[in-house]
């Protein structure tokens, strides 16, 4: 018999059933039986992907709002979702602009506010097919200070006439961070927000 304290402990550190099972000498069934015996809640199969995809706990860290700047950036960085932000995606937080300035700002609110990690930053482009490739990445590199081997496959369009050049020289990047936990409180946030002022 095996004590249901090593059981909570074992599945609270992060282990799946099947490495308890390994751990305590039990095949998975019978990891099952005394999990269930013991009334020991069982993780959805989405947590425990988390888990398994962040084996150190969340890659990220909100930072507790003291200063004025801190206040003003967090509202800064809900407004940017609210506006430029795509919403439909349950499972990452993204952010898309030609602007390197909105950019910077909402760069500044993931890793200073939501204390995201640079390594969990990832970015990709969106260029006509008449922008220099390299001349676009450079300059995005430079302004966000994301290396390029963050930068996932460039959309490469069909140019087209009219003043879009005078907008978009080096073409719109898109900055992606692929938690849902984070996601999901970007999401609440911008709740509060609709509620407060709608």
Not at 64 to 69: G, H, I, R, T, V
Not at 72 to 89: A, M, S
Not at 159 to 183: E, P, R
Request: hydrophobic share 35%.
């Amino acid at each position: 018999m095996i004590l249901k304290e090593k059981f909570e402990k074992l599945y609270n550190s992060g282990l799946s059933m099947m490495e308890i099972g390994k751990e305590v000498g039990r095949s998975l069934s019978g990891v099952k039986y005394w999990m269930d015996k013991y009334n020991i809640p069982r993780r959805s199969r989405g947590e425990a992907n988390y888990l398994k995809y962040n084996p150190q706990g969340d890659p990220f860290k909100i930072k507790k709002l003291k200063s004025q700047k801190d206040i003003e950036l967090f509202n800064l960085g809900i407004g940017l979702f609210l506006g430029e932000g795509t919403k439909k995606n349950k499972f990452k937080v993204v952010l898309t602009n030609s602007d390197p300035k909105i950019i910077k700002l909402f760069l500044a609110f993931l890793k200073n506010i939501c204390g995201v990690k640079e390594d969990k930053i990832k970015a990709a482009l969106n260029v006509f097919d008449d922008i220099n490739l390299q001349e676009a990445l450079n300059f995005w590199q430079k302004e966000t200070g994301i290396p390029q081997s963050r930068f996932v496959k460039t959309i490469v369009r069909k140019s087209k006439d009219g003043t879009y050049k005078n907008k978009s020289k080096y073409g719109t990047i898109t900055i992606y961070v692929s938690n849902i936990k984070l996601k999901q409180l970007i999401d609440r946030y911008c709740e509060k927000t609709f509620v407060k002022f709608c």
